[in-house]
């Protein structure tokens, strides 16, 4: 018999850190296959222009060069988009951003087709550009699309905000900028597409968060059916919701395509900057209104989102931003609303937190501002309005359970707080303790399918395998599915494996983004086990010849009535000798009930499960210079249910540093008419930039819907940094920093 | 296209190579060699670490050095650091400590704390964190990265 233990929370160790430690595991760039063709993009060297002409030939008489693809020579869909179908694979007669493809080059190698590409000539008319989201609304900006530069928007509103604010005895109107930020991913984009002449059929490897999506755009693009395209997804090298973007599959496959062989494409960095998705620049107008005991009455906010050129996943990611403004808190009267507009700017898409870390920079940085206001302190005014279970928020969503996470968050808040301020100061330094509160939602929002189906496989050495029909984006999601399959199917950790993602093989688990995938997953493998088990005892009642219900299952084994065991390896073996093999698949479907679930707004709101955490910032600011030390952090988060601790710190911890760049220190700004695209001047934070003393509290109060009661935890971890350090710094030199990053300047308060 | 005569030991193992000069060592591992550890973060810039390697045990970002300046050098690249099969225990404990999410970054940053750890057995955190302050990672925050020295650091002093 199989030795189990219960392996839900056991600190397992994922297995593909060893090939990656050792330098052995393939990300799509490491693949190599005979005869491999390359790709360059040549992109617009404009913000925005009109194509006038394209003079391909003298690239063509290189030696070497294969093929070149213009938009013309696109057999299919020209364009692609989740959404709003309004991105082309490659410009077609008009660019709208720097370093938007224009012209596909395949050639023997990488530098023939780099060197053929740069003998383009592009012929441009210079079209004027804008890159502001409130000016792109104005009725004299440049127009980027037919339609307009109004993407979406969204207007919401409970109760009677002037009603509210007339309540109010303080009024506090504040403006907030946020700005652009990189997923910042060490892998850059890659694809690797190999062109079958038998049957026109094309595999494509890919670095994606969404293989079957991608599977889509690229049949759509070369005019293949669906089962034509096969979609493999290699081992990704971080993706941070920026690799929710088919472009550079489309091209590669595009490539092979034409010249009928296997074509790599590569992202630089400086490409990866200029032509993949970034998080949402924002401008965040705002209102609250609070009486003299502290409750709030009335907010009222504007937001103008930059989504750039094409909407990628804007219009979501404005959703999210909007229902988050409110933050954590009780507020009677709420007007919220959002504009997504069209600029000349990099594009801006997903990116973990979608759109709530910009949200929760106004609100939690206006709590604290409303707490100097009124002399009251910022823990106790937070306590004082706080979300409770069964407080209906003002999208009409009821707060679960998962609330009383928020009174446990500030408790612990106010003692890391003391312990905080008890720390003494370097000599001359102005310290500061600063926190905010985090929420951010699970899943795709209210009516859009969301279905995730995922299969198991028991092997005839009675081992598990799991078809995992969702990538691994290198947070650990396999990790998470194979310790919940192993719980469910009684088997040690080591027992149960997982298969690379197959769009031929694997079932479709839909995209792996919104803090839902161990929920997804999760939900999905109990169900197969259940389902397996049963398989698995009604071949044992035929093979055995017992009635099925005196069978059992126990730790990979049947049990018969008189208590002997059958190892499920028998059982498999034997029906291996008949062709036959024990398998389930199970769907979960993300759950947005109609009777439970506001119907009143658009499709993709509201989102109904939340999780909860705050964030509390120690800084020492020096007063001559305006550098922020962040030298103390803690970041409490309601998990629901720890599967995997480490994987659970290392969201967190993971999670922090990236709010710590958006907070201090990252912004693709645009310098002498480009952007910044490199990490010479975009700056990541560093192991030297990190808290010397960083601490993770982890809550476990259980989501009913979840698995094992999981909740998410993917994005919630960089939620509240920015405004947790702003509050900090605030504290600690008076200065209330309203737009990011808090540079030096901004804390000295110097003119830019 | 021109070529040069390159002498160098990759790992161990001498090779010589007849090669476009303008390659990086970084190219000739990844497309000459086959050996994919060594990876391209930031496009050859020096900016991001994952594609350092050792050079005569001093530890370099292979994009920013041309193939014609390791003649007669001794390189270790991630896949030579432990016997075939077997792991070296600073890759043990970036496993063990979890340090090792996408694992774009972990080849660098693992020959990054080789080389720290050859020079200072017993490193505090804050050296910790400076020897890995070349080495970008966007997954972990570092903070298992450093457990994970200490871890090796401990193995290390005791073999």
Known sequence: MIETRSVVGNPEIRKDAWCKAAGKALYTADIHVEDMKHGFILRAAYHHARILDIDISPAFNVPGVLAILTADDIPGAKVFGSLIPDQPSLADGVVRHLGEPVVLVIAETKDIARKAGELININYEPLEAVFDPVDALQPDAPKLHDSGNNVSELNVSEGDVIKGFKEADFILEETFRLPRISPGYMEPETSLAIWHEEGNTVTVWVSSQHPFTDQEFIAAALDLPVSSVQVKSSVIGGAFGGKEDSSISILAALGAQAVKAPVRLVNTRKESFLAHPKRHPAEIRMKLGTKKDGSFTALQAQAYMDTGAYASYGPAVAMILTETLAGSYRIPNVKIDTFLSYTNSPLSGAMRGFGSPQSHFAIESMVDMMAEKIGLDPIKLRKKN??????????????????????????????????????????????????????????????????????????????????LGSPDLGQGLVTAAEQITAEALELPFDRVTTRELDTLLSPNGNVTCASRMTYMVGNALIDASEKLITGLLSAASVMLDFPVESLSYKKGCVLKPDGTEVTVNEITTR?????????????????????????????????????????????????????????????????????????????????????????????????????????????????????????????????????????????IPLVATAPAVANAVFDAVGVRVTELPITPERVLEIEE | MRTIEVSLILNGLKKDLTIDPNKTLLEVIREDFGLTGAKDGCGGEGECGACTVLLDGYLVNSCMIFIGQVDGLNITTIEGLAPEGEYHPIQEAFVSAGAVQCGYCTPGAVLAVKALLDKNSHPSDQVIKEGLSGNLCRCTGYTKMVDAVQIAAEVLSDD
Request: hydrophobic share 40%; glycine share 10%.
């Open chain 1, 575 to 715: 029906l291996a000798a008949d062709s036959a093999v024990l398998q389930s698949e199970s769907t979960f479907s993300f759950p947005y009930p109609e009777e439970t679930t506001p119907q009143h707004l658009p499709i993709g709101m509201p989102h109904t499960l939340y999780c909860f955490g705050a964030q509390i910032a120690r800084v020492e600011v020096d007063p001559e210079l305006g550098t922020v030390d962040v030298t103390h952090f803690a970041a409490i988060h309601d998990v629901g249910r720890i599967i995997n601790q480490a994987g659970v710190e290392g969201q967190i911890e993971g999670g922090v540093a990236t709010g710590l760049g958006y907070a201090l220190y990252e912004n693709m700004l645009q310098k002498e008419n480009q952007w910044i695209d490199s990490f010479t001047e975009y700056l990541l934070p560093t192991a030297m930039d990190l808290p010397e003393h960083f601490e993770s509290v982890i809550l476990e109060i259980p989501e009913a819907s979840g698995p094992y009661g999981v909740k998410g935890i993917g994005e």
């Open chain 1, 386 to 467: 706080s979300l409770r279970p069964g407080d209906k928020v003002f999208t009409g969503v009821e707060m679960s359970n998962s609330a009383t996470a928020l009174m446990i968050c500030l408790d612990k808040s106010q003692d890391i707080k003391d312990r905080y301020l008890a720390v003494e100061a370097t000599p001359g330094k102005k310290t500061g303790v600063g926190m905010a509160l985090a929420a951010q939602s699970m899943g795709l929002g209210a009516n859009v399918p969301d279905d995730s189906t995922h299969r198991l496989l028991w092997n005839t050495d009675g081992s598990v395998e799991i078809y």
